[in-house]
Nanobody, 119 residues
Framework: QVRLVESGGGLVQAGGSLRLSCVTS????????MAWYRQAPEKQRDMVAV???????HYADSVKGRFTISRDNAKNTLYLQMNNLKPEDTAVYYC?????????????WGQGTQVTVSS
């Protein structure tokens, strides 16, 4: 089993920045990919950014150029640097991890951290 614990959420004004962190513990050697998802009220949960084991990244179009995902394997920590935040970025942000050949829904998830961007 793998445990994920997010931190770093909060309230920020539009144009501001936040850095989310996700510390992993347990059987972390099994983890292949890691990602950040978000879910706004009454909306589905969407992928924000993904990082592979060697650092390759993929971003949702809505956050390209503003968000940066990174992972520190030595510290078992995933990060999401969020700059130029917009009110539409308001959501609960979830850290996720999956082993090789396992889908995200069957992987490991954190409890979520709230990000609120005021206009």
């Amino acid at each position: 089993q793998v445990r994920l614990v997010e931190s770093g959420g909060g309230l920020v004004q539009a144009g501001g920045s936040l850095r989310l962190s996700c510390v992993t513990s347990g059987n972390t050697i099994s983890i292949q990919d890691m990602a950040w998802y978000r879910q706004a009220p009454e909306k589905q949960r969407d992928m924000v950014a993904v990082v592979g084991p060697t650092g390759s990244t993929h971003y949702a179009d809505s956050v390209k150029g503003r968000f940066t995902i990174s992972r520190d394997n030595a510290k078992n920590t995933l990060y999401l640097q969020m700059n130029n935040l917009k009110p539409e970025d308001t959501a609960v942000y979830y850290c996720a991890a999956r082993p090789f050949l396992i889908g995200w829904e069957s992987g490991y998830w954190g409890q979520g951290t709230q990000v609120t961007v005021s206009s």
